[in-house]
């Protein structure tokens, strides 16, 4: 039975390859993008029933109107993919305050605005799937991608919640954690950097930078094979909560859990003593 999916973040990467897996399993897709010229071309010769709306997330006006069009197209909205972000890399000190309210404004506010858009359709239907995309980096810090890992880290926490929030309604939340997939987000038509250069850094920050530059195209990660594995995931009766993507965000949020369980024991007996009378 075909089902009707809303993609932010259509027009190029994971979600351009997240709405072509839905179209050839014969899904209604609506692909969203800042640029609609973009969205076009990445779907030029791709067959399907496929809408394109032009979507700038960190608009909630924009987010009501993109999901109405949707809804008076398709009549109703099953599969909502949260997929559109960008990275802002670099030390945080490096990342000035409007960087950083705009990195949020994208990768957790334009969440919230499509999520809050869609949920009285999905509330209505009593169904639907929700794909929030994190990351490896939702999980696992990494040095020089602070900001960046602040916003996904926050995107676990919402959609944790939120999962509790609406199953009541028939509707699953899955978090996406993708490791590193061969995209354009290391590039420079994507990812940005910190560009308030601290002296004390300055070594630091070149090693981290030319670590991230080294990933750019040589990511294990395949982006087509996400988008079949979600399609799959959407159809699952019982899907995941969490679902890990790649097998170097396996090893790492794995790695990362068995530290956090190491340190919880080690720290067991003083922080169980904070408990007691008043």
């Known amino acids: 039975m075909s089902k009707t999916w809303f993609i932010t973040g259509a027009g190029r990467g994971i979600g351009t390859e997240v709405a072509k897996a839905a179209l050839a399993a014969g899904h209604n897709v609506v692909a969203t993008g800042r640029h609609r010229k973009q969205v076009q071309q990445a779907f030029e010769g791709t067959k399907g029933q496929l809408l394109i709306i032009e979507l700038d997330v960190t608009s909630p006006e924009r987010a009501d109107f993109a999901v109405d069009a949707a809804v008076t ?7 909502l993919v949260n997929n559109a972000g960008y990275g802002q890399i670099g030390l945080f000190e490096e990342n000035g305050a ?7 404004a994208t990768n957790v506010f334009g969440m919230f605005h499509v999520t809050r858009a869609v949920l009285p359709v999905m509330r209505w239907q009593r169904a639907g799937r929700i794909f929030n995309f994190s990351s490896m980096g939702g999980m696992v810090g990494f040095a020089g991608a602070s900001i960046y890992c602040s916003t996904k880290f926050a995107v676990e926490g919402f959609s944790e919640s939120l999962a509790m929030e609406i199953a009541q309604f028939g509707i699953h939340v899955t978090i996406v954690e993708p490791g590193f ?33 080294g990933y750019s195209y040589k990511q294990a990660g395949n982006p087509a094979k996400l988008g079949s594995a979600l399609v799959e995931l959407a159809a699952s009766r019982e899907p995941p909560l969490r679902y890990v993507a790649g097998s170097d965000a396996v090893k790492g949020i794995a790695t990362k859990l068995d530290s956090v369980h190491a340190e919880i024991n080690k720290w067991r007996s003083l922080s169980i003593s904070t408990d007691g009378s008043f």
Do not use: M, N, P
């Not at 997939?181 to 004390?200: A, N």
């Open 181 to 213: 997939f061969q995209t354009d987000f290391l590039d420079e038509s994507s990812v940005r950097y910190g560009e308030q250069g601290i002296k004390d850094y300055a070594s630091f920050s070149s090693e981290t930078r030319t670590t991230y530059d």
């Open 98 to 104: 409007d960087d950083i309210e705009r990195q949020f």
């Open 73 to 79: 197209h398709f009549g109703g909205i099953d599969v």
